[in-house]
């Protein structure tokens, strides 16, 4: 906590009924002196040098735990125990800013104060003079229009250098940062060419300087000018000069640096072969170190970092670069470094460095796909801009690229729209679910008499009659025998009473007719299918089964098209994992009956590698998927319908097993391929929505759900599964840009629906916890996050099982909320203790194994096994460098942590 002007300082404040002396690190309270541990008491002095100033978490704990890894809750504390001895309970003096940090509101007076040295003398700087402590090199002119940076000239070599100078105090930190933050750059990057290179400096004596390498261009405003101005550059160029100043200030954030002032004159050209030129980032003298402890892991001097910087005020930088969030007064982020760079795209657009960013700055820019790159880059909502400047630079040399899928987005919305105009002329020959239940009960008592007359052979005739005679009696009486006999009243009577009760009659009306039996059974089951009432279907198509099964025929066609419909039916009504054997076994015999690539064992075969994926059995589903499908294909006369349902649930698989490149060439595949029903499509096109969003791809993912929700609106009901699977990937991809406030009220209003589901089948709703929990750990809301998750282990524990690789994951994102809530036993049980998660039985290259690996390393490291810890942290990052690119998020915050630790 040393003073930047190079000399300690020594003062006494008053501040209420307290006086504190810095000398003799003594608080008193109406002369009596006050007990304070080391850590409230520098913290106490930290808050009087800054007085009504936001102070941000990370800058209070990067000075008093220097070099140490500690969670917010050690501060929460220590804020505590200030509070406690100054009385301040109501919080009137130390204020709380929710998700930021702290600021002292108090009356504060400085009473005395003394520095170790006044401001040096000034040092007059002129041309043709030499440099001061350097005599081999001359001054040649003054550099910008204002400052102190002067372009020199070696006496001998005529080698050229540019120093900065200042004999002013109060500006020696910014030079130290400038030296301190090249130092981090060169020794992590290796050949920090994203920079300005920094060679020499004096800060012993005033007037104090750096010196660094001179760059033939001179600044990106200089160069402009000299090339005749913006609009004289081509647009290439420019552009291509915007992507050399995303990919350098990627570099620079990846190792936690922000830069606070980019801007034109702050970029340096130096030029390259013919015609071309490379940037260099300059004055890194207002920047600032999100990690000051990658510095203590190089051994680099924290120079210019001894104290805070103010984070509060925007006097470091310049006023036409300014995020809007930084002139509210809140802290400085990767966002606002963002913001200035799109500021300076919208001005290289345009052609006029001057010109701000205006409300209705869209329509001084003609090009959609720009329009939507600065809007992207400079939207006024922190939240809503790029999460990673390297983004942008993507975006930037994709631009054709996105052009074309632009052109290709829009004959898809021409398609989708004709679709919609088909399903209005379908919509309008649909008729209503009783009557179509009427219909099928009164079908059902012709088709099976006339079935059974059909089939009657000469030999069979009397007991296919007497059969038929029997189901005939039993649907058009045994159905009202309940009624008749007076034990249920006629009055409001329903459908699905009536079914209920035919079901209840069929075990004494046909004891030793199974074949019968069944018949009526599966009737019955079916209309409690169409009726939405899955659980009591699935028990009476179950008996009809189990019938078939008693007289063996169970592979028989009906028999086995009523075990897919059975397989369809296990999982929301949970009985999947204590059948699948079952199901399996008559497959198995089906295929060996019937033929593999028959009709009815391919459908089968399809239903029940879906339902292994529900159950989690992942690899075998997509390996059961992908081979259902190659036979499909090769089967004569194949069923191309079914061919294209096995192919979008094996994309369902891919995505569990984050295969998210296959996952979107097979899905673009389909969509291309012209032979999706119009829900198939709405289908494929939100699940390539998600792929999109967890790749990072968040504006095509948009465009792709926007396509699936007007497609399902035509053909779905508003509060069904499908039109709430769209709003729930809508929030997964407001999670993905970290825009928790807009997730959750989404997330919310699904959860409600599914909560309001209860009673019809498994509870989904883990799902929804899940991702609110995450939302809730983005806000820093640890303690509620923490709950959530918990609840959400608790619903999938029961609905899935312990087993499944979802309620796993689930508990992973437990752990995390514990251990970013500091409660470092608990993690660490979860992940060594005697039910320690693993995820042996997914692949080798799987988000949940990255997820695993990172959350061992991070509590290793709080742990202090930084080695270990190391190794862990690799390993997830290799995984999501394999899964996601090297551009993601994730794979750009782990690359920071290990940095970090090198």
Known sequence: MGDEGGSARRARWAFGEFELDETRRELCFRGQVVTLEPKPFNLLMLFLRHQAELITKDDLIDALWAGRIVTESVLTRCVAKLRQSLNDDAQEWIKTVHGYGYRFDAPVTLLNEEAGASAAAKVDLVAGAA???????RLLRRLGRSGDAWLAEHAKTRALRVYKFTNDPRALPGLKREVTIFRLLKESIGDARCSVEVIDWNFDEPPWFIESEYCVGGSLQEWLEAQGGVQAVPLAVRLDIIIQIAEALAQVHALGVLHKDLKPANVLIVPEGVGGIRIRLGDFGSGRLLDPARLEALDITRMGFTTLVDEATTSSGTPLYYAPEIVAGKPFTVQADIYALGVMLFQLVTGNLRRPLAPGWEREVDDEMLREDIG??????????LSDVALLADRLRQIEARRDASLREQRAREQAEAERRAAERMRARRAGIRVAVVVLILGLMVSTYLYFQARSARDRAETEARRAQAVSDFLSQGMLATISRGEQPVKDLTVKQLLDAASAEVPTRFPGQPDIAAQIYEALGRSQLALEFPGQAYTDLDHALSLLESSGKQTSESAVALTETLVGLAWPVGQLGDQLPRYQAILDAATLELGGGHPRVLSLRFALASARARNGEWVRAGEDLRQAGTLMARAAGHDRALLRRTQLSYSAVLLDLTSYGEAERLLRQLLQSGELSPVDTATARARLGQVLSRTGRYHEAAVELDAAQAIF?????????????????????QLEQH???????QLNSVLAVVQGWAGRGVDQSYVEFEAIGRAQMQQGDLERATATLEQAVAVADKALGAAHPLTRGIRLALIEAWRRSGRMDQAWAGLNGAEALNFDD???????????????????????????????????????DAVLGAGHWRTQELARRLAALA
Request: no cysteine; hydrophobic share 40%; proline share 7%.
């Open 131 to 137: 440099v001061p402590l350097r005599s081999n090199w």
């Open 376 to 385: 992207l880059a400079a939207d006024g909502n922190p939240d809503d801009r």
């Open 713 to 733: 609106r035509d053909w779905m009901k508003d509060d069904g599964a499908s039109m709430l699977t769209v709003d729930l990937y809508r929030a997964y991809l």
């Open 739 to 745: 825009r928790p406030e807009l997730a959750i009220p």
């Open 842 to 880: 997914l692949p080798p290259m799987h988000l949940y194994k990255a997820d695993l690996h990172r959350e061992r390393g991070m509590v290793l490291l709080s742990r202090g096994d930084r080695s270990t810890a190391r190794d862990e942290l690799r390993k997830a990052a290799h995984i999501y």
